[in-house]
């Protein structure tokens, strides 16, 4: 990574642009491409990261594909992402660019608040989210050119994030069902390190949810159906043996997902008062995963007993989701009050500085059009840069116009700008 280089060091918060993908945007073909887990936004920086483009960042998440770069540089950078886009997903960078989105200034800032505090998400206030765009900032700072600009803009998004995760409840409630489960088992039992848990019969839920839970910390569940289990007593009948079996796998555990079986309840209340006598009367979270239900209702009567059906579950999932709604126009005053701090602390923008973009972004202009059109004469070129040089200025003149905005003083300002005074042929020494 090469050194801070104060020549290349942007600090209008108005230049600041973005390019992005998401995954509500793209149909199902884009959407599996991009997000399917074969991007690399590591290869996608090295390759952005040109003499040409100088400092660009990314973010890619589950959901997202976004790139932040200096607005003087947006024309390559656009180009040169949706082509390189293109050849590593073998897309079309036509039906990439007609599924993306590009922002700029105020309008950027405020969406890349917005996504950094997990506003943009799928689920909105999703806590992993500060973390992966913390993550992707040391990956782009690895790669890009060092930018103060760019890294004043992340390290800003990333305390407004903090500020609305600490003054709302953005992100708290579960939002899916085995998050709801999570929730309830430490509510019940504490931390999940020291939980262990069971299966009874086979569901593709249960093994889901039990995946979910050790992902979240709890031990290793056990699926009962590949227990073995040997009687003290000798003589006990097979019916009772199997009555035995269950509860000694429940007492041993503080989780126990039950599935239906063949009979009739695969959990009774009969086994479960024995496990919860072995167990000292320890809190038990059981999850009746069966329709109709697989545990016996009178289990519910059991005071140490937590029954907890799909329907209950899923309850708890719509409440935290319908939370976070409330807690989102909270989260969004913030991001607009932060947004307006960030522009009134940016530093104003000194003449070297614009004189510096100015300059950039007319020689980018000139390179692109010579790139297009290498066989022109000078004279058909300078013609035509003068064309596309006068495009801009002239048309914002004409809105003026149109508007009733163009008064006297803004008219001897856009002259003075555009025509030499006074017999001035402008700086030899730029010749």
């Known amino acids: 990574m090469s050194s801070v280089n104060e020549d290349h060091i942007e600090n ?39 003499e040409r483009n100088k400092s660009v960042y990314g973010v890619l998440t589950c959901d997202r594909l976004e790139i932040y770069f200096c607005k003087s540089i947006c024309k390559f950078v656009q180009s040169d992402f949706f082509n390189l886009l293109a050849e590593r997903t073998k897309l079309d960078p036509r039906d990439l660019e007609r599924v993306a989105y590009k922002l700029s200034g105020k309008v950027a800032l405020g969406h890349f608040f917005r996504v950094v505090s997990a506003m943009e998400s799928q689920v909105i206030g ?208 913030i991001i607009l009050e932060e947004l307006e701090t960030f522009y009134l602390q940016t530093p104003n923008r000194d003449i070297g500085v614009l004189a510096r973009e100015i300059r950039e972004a007319l020689e980018n202009e000139l390179q692109f059009m010579l790139e297009q059109k290498p066989n022109l004469s000078v004279k058909d070129a300078c013609y035509l840069a003068l064309r596309k040089f006068l495009h801009q200025p002239l048309k914002v003149t004409r809105e003026l116009s149109e508007n009733d905005q163009l008064n006297p003083e803004t008219e001897k300002l856009i002259r003075n700008l555009l025509i030499p005074q006074n017999g001035d042929k402008g700086d030899q020494h730029e010749l």
């Not at 039950?258 to 086994?271: M, S």
Request: hydrophobic share 40%.
């Open 126 to 333: 999703e806590p992993q989210i500060l973390g992966q765009v913390r993550t992707c900032e040391q990956i782009s700072k690895s790669i890009a050119p060092a930018s103060m600009f760019l890294s004043h803009i992340f390290k800003y998004a990333f305390s407004v994030a903090k500020r609305v995760k600490n003054e709302t409840k953005i992100s708290e409630g579960p939002t899916s069902l085995a998050a709801a489960a999570i929730r309830v088992a430490r509510n019940i039992n504490g931390e999940l390190t020291t939980c262990s848990g069971v299966i009874f019969g086979w569901d593709e839920t249960a093994t889901f949810l039990a995946e979910q839970f050790e992902q979240a910390g709890a031990k290793k569940f056990i699926n009962a159906a590949n227990t073995k289990f040997n009687s003290k007593n000798s003589s006990i009948l097979k019916a009772d043996l199997h009555l035995e079996f269950q509860s000694q796998l429940i007492a041993n555990s503080d989780v126990a997902l039950i599935c239906n079986n063949d009979t009739n309840y695969t959990l009774t209340k009969k086994v479960v008062s024995s496990a919860l006598r072995s167990r000292k009367y320890k809190p038990l979270f059981i999850i009746d995963l069966g329709v109709p239900g697989a545990v016996e209702p009178a289990v519910e009567s059991l005071d140490a007993a937590f029954v907890y059906n799909l329907d209950n579950l899923e309850q708890l999932a719509v409440e935290g989701i319908e939370n976070r709604a409330l807690e989102k126009q909270k989260a969004e005053d």
């Open 12 to 50: 209008d918060a108005d230049n600041f642009s973005l390019v992005g993908i998401n995954y509500a945007s793209c149909p199902p073909l884009i959407r599996s491409t991009i997000f399917g887990g074969e991007t690399d936004l590591g290869i996608i920086l090295t390759s952005l990261n040109s």
